[in-house]
């Protein structure tokens, strides 16, 4: 699976931005979509995931209720919704791709996904 992201830039603290991240892969339902991120200095953190029949989306305890995920299949491609936005969500965001297997929980861990993007950047100035 290949995968691209896209949307970074500046962003002003408290204000809003979109990521999307498509996928060239024949069917894309078949994969658990996922979104980390890597702040400078820090280890990669998960963000969110989103299960192939899109019912079933798992976040970051730290990020919920301002980090939305969502899917469209019909365009292959994967969003993140980012609402008041702080500083510290500067940091390089990921997509990534993993088999989706129904009934099992969403992954969140790196090495649970197969297929990563190359990231995205961007900086929220305050």
């Known amino acids: 699976v290949q995968l691209q992201a896209f949307g970074g830039g500046l962003v002003q603290a408290g204000g809003s931005l979109r990521l999307s991240c498509t996928a060239s892969?024949?069917?894309?339902?078949?994969?658990?979509m996922g979104w980390f991120r890597q702040a400078p200095g820090k280890e990669r953190e998960f963000v969110a995931a989103?299960?192939?029949?899109?019912?079933?989306?798992y976040y970051a305890d730290s990020l919920k209720g301002r980090f939305t995920i969502s899917r469209d299949d019909a365009k292959n491609t994967v969003y993140l919704q980012m609402d008041s936005l702080k500083p510290e969500d500067t940091a390089v965001y990921y997509c990534?791709?993993?088999?989706?297997?129904?009934?099992?929980?969403?992954?969140?861990?790196?090495?649970?996904?197969?297929?990563w993007g190359p990231g995205t950047e961007f900086t929220v100035s305050s």
């Open positions: 892969v024949r069917t894309f339902s078949n994969y658990v």
């Open positions: 989103i299960s192939g029949s899109a019912d079933s989306t």
């Open positions: 990534a791709a993993a088999p989706w297997i129904s009934g099992v929980r969403l992954p969140y861990l790196a090495g649970e996904y197969d297929s």
